[in-house]
C-alpha cells in the first residue's frame, strides 16, 4: 500500500525552520516535495550552526528530510521559465519569504492562480492583518508577539521563551493542517486556494488557556495559581500549570540540573499518595484531605512531596508513583532522549545515513498512519535532483539543461 500523500507534489520555497517543518511533515506522509534553492547557496541553514566543516548543518538536514532538491535562479529568465513550469505540474506550493517577496519576483497569488487554477498556494507569515503585517519575525518574536513570554518564567522574573520551538515549527504543524483542509477540500471543488498561518497566531492558539485566565481573572484572582498577587494580565507562574489540577517539578536524587519529576496531584490520588510519602494522617485530616483545603497551600504540599521525592531518583519515583495512579513524568534532558531505547524502537528517534557527514539523529514522525508508515530519509545535497526533476517532470533533455546551466538558471 502507497503511502498517504503519493502523488501529490509540492514545490516547496521555504528556508530555515517554519517552512521546511511544514514540507518535511507531507514528505513524511509521502508527498514528493521539491525544495527550490538558489545555486551555488542553497538554504540557509545548509551553513548555520555546523558542527564540521564544509557539510550540511544539522540545522538543515534535520529540518529535510525525505525532499528533492532542486537549484532554481528566480532572478533569471530561464529560472523564472522552470519555475513557471513547474507550479503548472505541481499540487501545492509553500513558501515563507519575508512579504511580498515572492510577489517582486513575479509570482503573486492571482498569477500562480490563473496558472494553475487547482494549485494550492500556501504561506508563513509572521503577524496577519494589522499593525504588525509588514514586520519580520523570528522563532522568540513570535512567542513575545502570541503571549507566550509574558507567562512563562516566575513571577519574580523576566519573560522567558520556551525551548520548545512553538513559533515556527509550531506554525508549521499548523500550516501542513491547513494544507491538508484545501486539499480535501479541492477534491469537490476542483479548486486551488490561498492558505495563510501566521506566526503570532499560531502561537496565541497554543496559548488560548491562557486567555481563558485572562476572562477569569476578571472575577477575582486565580486560586490554582501559586502567586500571592495579582495584577490586570495572566501572571507567570514557574511550573505550575495553573489548570484544574495542581502541578510542580519535584527535585529527585542526586540533585543533578535535571534531577526533577512534575507530578500532578489529583484529588482521589491523595489518600495513596500521602502513605506513600509517609505522611498517612494527611489523607483524614481536613486540613489536606481535599482539593479545597489543598489549594489554599499548595507551596506546603508539594514541600511535602519533595521531601519524599528527594530521596529517589526520578525513574523510582515515577515508578512508586505510577503504582498509585499518579499522572508524573520525569524531566528528561536531551542527552537522555537522544539515547533512549525505547524512542529508537519506536521509531521517534532514527539514525540515518548521509554521504558527507556520516551517520546522525534525527526526530522520526510523530504522526502514525496505520497504512502509511513512514520510513525517515536522509536530506537532499544541494541541487541533488535538479537534473532528475527536469527530465522526469519538464521533459527536459541533457542539451537544455546545460544550456540552462549555462545561463545560470539552474
Not at 112 to 127: D, Q, T
Not at 274 to 297: F, H, M, V, Y
Not at 298 to 324: C, P, S
Not at 394 to 404: A, F, K, V
Request: glycine share 12%.
Amino acid at each position: 500500500m502507497g503511502a498517504a500523500l503519493d502523488g501529490v507534489r509540492v514545490l516547496d520555497m521555504t528556508h530555515v525552520q517554519s517552512g521546511p517543518s511544514c514540507t518535511q511533515l507531507l514528505a513524511w506522509l509521502g508527498a514528493d516535495v521539491i525544495k527550490i534553492e538558489p545555486p551555488g547557496k542553497g538554504d540557509i541553514t545548509r551553513g548555520q550552526l555546523r558542527d564540521l566543516p564544509d557539510v550540511d548543518s544539522l540545522y538543515f538536514t534535520m529540518l529535510n528530510c525525505n525532499k528533492r532538491s532542486v537549484t532554481l535562479n528566480l532572478k533569471s529568465a530561464g529560472g523564472k521559465r522552470v519555475f513557471t513550469e513547474l507550479a503548472q505540474r505541481s499540487d501545492i506550493l509553500v513558501e515563507n519569504f519575508g512579504p511580498g517577496a515572492l510577489d517582486r519576483l513575479g509570482f503573486p497569488w492571482e498569477t500562480l492562480h490563473e496558472l494553475n487554477p487547482s494549485l494550492i498556494y500556501a504561506s508563513v507569515k509572521g503577524f496577519g492583518p494589522g499593525r504588525f503585517v509588514n514586520s519580520k519575525a523570528y522563532e522568540t518574536v513570535a512567542q513575545a508577539t502570541g503571549g507566550a513570554m509574558s507567562v512563562t518564567g516566575f513571577e519574580d522574573g523576566p519573560p522567558v521563551s520556551t525551548g520548545a520551538q512553538i513559533g515556527d515549527s509550531g506554525v508549521g504543524v499548523h500550516l501542513a493542517a491547513a494544507i491538508l483542509a484545501a486539499l480535501y477540500q479541492r477534491v469537490s471543488t476542483g479548486q486551488g486556494q490561498r492558505v495563510n498561518v501566521a506566526m503570532q497566531d499560531a502561537v496565541l492558539n497554543l496559548c488560548r488557556v491562557k486567555l481563558r485566565d485572562q476572562q477569569r481573572l476578571a472575577h477575582g484572582p486565580l486560586a490554582e495559581y501559586p502567586n500571592e498577587t495579582f495584577g490586570d494580565a495572566v501572571p507567570r507562574a514557574g511550573n505550575a500549570s495553573g489548570g484544574g489540577q495542581p502541578g510542580a517539578a519535584l527535585r529527585c536524587k542526586p540533585g543533578g540540573p535535571n534531577d526533577y519529576i512534575y507530578v500532578i496531584v489529583q484529588p482521589h490520588i491523595w489518600e495513596g499518595l500521602s502513605r506513600l510519602i509517609g505522611a498517612p494522617e494527611l489523607a483524614s485530616d481536613p486540613d489536606w484531605n481535599t482539593p479545597q483545603a489543598r489549594l489554599r497551600k499548595l507551596d506546603q504540599m508539594f514541600a511535602l512531596i519533595e521531601g519524599w521525592t528527594r530521596e529517589h531518583t526520578k525513574y523510582e519515583v515515577m515508578n512508586m508513583l505510577n503504582a498509585i495512579d499518579v499522572p508524573c513524568g520525569p524531566i528528561l534532558d536531551t542527552r537522555e532522549l537522544i539515547e533512549d531505547e525505547g524512542l529508537a524502537a519506536s521509531g521517534m528517534i532514527v539514525t540515518v545515513d548521509h554521504p558527507t557527514r556520516g551517520a546522525f539523529k534525527t526526530v522520526g514522525c510523530p504522526l502514525r498512519l496505520s497504512d502509511s508508515p513512514v520510513e525517515v530519509k536522509r536530506s537532499p545535497l544541494l541541487g541533488e535532483h535538479t537534473d532528475e526533476a527536469l527530465t522526469e517532470l519538464l521533459g527536459y533533455g541533457p542539451d537544455e539543461i546545460e544550456r540552462l546551466r549555462g545561463e545560470g538558471a539552474i
